[in-house]
């Protein structure tokens, strides 16, 4: 005996939640090849991070190295630590802008609440 579900289009057959209609795969599958495509280049970079020098260019390329430590050294003393002053200032910008984007917008939300106004 087959269950219908009403819609205010159509009378439509209820499926178990096992069975897939063949034209939700398609989508899917296209979809998750895009997100495969779109990490890829991320998961490089973050793996090519923990690579030495001389790593980097003679191991496979989504192979953790061992340079990790070396690289975030380096990179803490680049300049007399001037990246440590450039990641702050980063978090006070955008942390700042989010706050008063929060603010602005939590106004702007309760304006239509104010008797009066509209």
Request: charged fraction near 10%; include cysteine.
């Amino acid at each position: 005996m087959t269950t219908y579900l009403f819609t205010a289009r159509r009378l439509r057959p209820k499926y178990d939640a096992g069975h897939r209609r063949p034209r939700q795969i398609a989508p899917n599958v296209v979809l998750w090849l895009g997100v495969i495509y779109c990490l890829m280049p991320i998961v490089w970079v973050v793996t090519a991070a923990t690579k030495s020098p001389a790593e980097l260019f003679t191991t496979a390329p989504f192979v953790p190295g061992t340079g990790l430590w070396t690289n975030l050294q380096a990179l803490l003393e680049f300049r007399g630590g001037v990246y440590v002053s450039w990641a702050t200032n980063s978090l006070l910008y955008a942390g700042g802008g989010a706050l008063a984007c929060t603010v602005i917008s939590a106004a702007a939300g309760f304006v239509r609440d104010c008797p009066g106004v509209c």
